[in-house]
């Protein structure tokens, strides 16, 4: 039938739709808006614009009339309807669906508007496409027209079919666009699921979005600097003003593991060490049993019964101790300290690699060395009966503890054997006679640290808990302050002090370690609190931050004129600086090197002192968050604690000890609560993801 129809246009003289003239109350007319085409019937006219009862629910709007196309004009004689459904438009919303478009008579009409190359009027296309021209064909038509098409354009009334020409990048934009509309229902449907996905199979688009979800979390990207659609997605889920939001979408994503820590992002530490570094490093493994410039000076001291003692778990091993017994009755006390500048070379990839990290980070999991792990837990280790290279300090001491003869010098070492502090505190107690040695070092140094009280030296000692995770499980581990850890830590503060002091003696540069002097609470008022944790507290807050510098200077809570940290090169990078120090200072200008000044020293102190700094906070939140952790699968036990002190009384937050956890945490405390009253902590809220925990300590 469609082939027998003449395509010419309407002979009838029409109105120009467009024109607000043309416009009378009671006409059927199509409105223009960006949230979608609808039809509406005029209700009044108000200059140049126009009320309507929009839609099928006949809400009544004021609208230009430029927004408004006339589809079919009031008959005469009608009277005013009363909206789409009424006399004499008759419409219902199924008549104008789009499914009630014959899409072969639509693609019919295209061909012959084709062939003829005419324009037509709506009526005349309505009688082409629908067979007919009521209001209810007229309106489809409209609707069609206006709709997501590009077969026909239509403008001022008029309808002429595009080429196909013009229909190839149409067609193609619109598959584009529909491609696009996929995507972004696809990512919403992912935001608002909220299950684990698999960024291997999205579209790469969506793979960029994640990322940047992953930046803002990590604090490389603000809410501002996400693309638009990313930011309007975060707004319609409500998550665009907290991070912690952010990150427990992605945990709920599979996206970022709820262990993982914030502040590491962008760090050294979160890449590991390139494959560069590591294959440089398996080179001076190799390396090391070659003879290396200055081992012919060192003095060999493998004969000596050398032992380190360290955590079980430690394969980094930077110090040991060893007793001498001279011929003239005196005891020196020696500690080794591991020498990994005989490897490492100053500005060399590795070094400035080191530097980079400050330190290294001893986190719940476990290690992230300052070196890779080859070379700190190999040639650099005091490993037992391994020949190694080191930095010996040697110091005698009076009878009532104060510092006699000392040095220090370049080393052979052989440790006898590697000792937990639990098994050394058994040979310190046991004292066998085959092997006193442990027990006499202990007597040494027990005199050095009364010497230090005398001077002023503060020791707080106390059990330290810390939470390790232990197959992917939050556990606990106590630290119990017995002799063998108090003789080596005395053994390290004996080792600093002799440094310090030889650099005082040549004017050596060092970065050393001081504490301002402290104005403690008087004697009468530390004495009315009970002995332990809430006495050390009121001395604690009194106390300043410790500070370095290249000059030497008092360190107040150590009781010493002068201190520079030197036992653990492995660890700190500082020590290391030290080391060198020494070397060139050692040296006399021989091997070219010199000692840096004070100024350099201080400019490479700067240099690496923001790491260690950024370290520390990185080993703070880890600890935070494995004892929210913790806290999470503890959350209906309690504790006795003792309230230490205040810590914002506005908002009734204490510092309380829990003895049972050997830790000393913020809670919620009564508003009377005295130092050394009795509490019981219960935990109100914890949410290791969010990093929240509110814990409520109530009278015991």
Known sequence: MLASWRCCPSSTPKADPLASSSLQPGDLVGVQESKGNQLAVVESLQGSKARLKLGFDRKSVVLPQRQLDLICPLPSGAELPDGLGASPWHLKSEQVHPSCLDRRSWGAAWLLLLESDETVEIDFFSDLVCGGSNPSQLALCWLALMGPQFWFRYKQDQIKARSAAELKPLRRQQRLKTLEQQIEQHWKKLLTARQPLDLQGLPPVLGARFEQLKDMVSGSLEFAQLDRVVQQSLVGLRLDQDRADVRLLLVDLGLWDPHQLVSMAGTPWSSGFSSALLEEAERLVELNTSERPGDSERIDLCDQRCVTIDDEDTRDIDDGIALERCEDGTQRVWIHIADPGRLIDQDSALDLEARRRGSSLYLAKGNLPMFPECLSTGPFSLRARMRTAAWSIWAELSSDGELGDHGIQRSWVQPTYRLSYEDADELIE????????????????????????????????????????????????????????????EAMILAGAVVARIAEVHDLALPFRSQLPADLPPSSELEALPDGAVRFAAIKRCLSRGLMGTQPAAHFSLGLASYAQATSPIRRYGDLVVQRQFQAQLSDGDSGEEPLDRDALQA?????????????????????????????????????????????????????????????????????????????????????????????????
């Open 430 to 489: 046991l004292a066998p006679p085959e092997d006193t040695d442990l027990a006499e070092l202990d007597a040494l140094l027990s005199r050095r640290r009364g010497c230090r009280v005398r001077n002023g030296a503060l020791l707080m000692d106390l059990p330290e808990g810390r939470i390790r995770c232990r197959n992917g499980q939050p556990s606990l581990e106590v630290s119990e302050p017995g002799r063998s850890r108090q003789m080596v830590a």
């Open 604 to 700: 490479l102190l700067s240099d690496f002192d923001a790491a260690v700094r950024e370290g520390i906070g990185i080993s703070r939140e880890d600890q935070r968050h494995w004892q929210q952790v913790w806290f999470e699968h503890h959350c209906k036990e309690q504790w006795a604690a003792q309230f230490l002190r205040w810590l914002r009384p506005q908002d009734q937050l204490g510092l309380v000890r829990i003895d049972d956890l050997a830790m000393d945490v913020a809670a919620e405390c009564p508003r009377d609560s005295e130092p050394g009253e009795g509490l019981l902590i219960n935990v109100q809220h914890v949410d290791s993801v969010r990093d929240q925990l509110r814990l409520v300590a109530s009278a015991h």
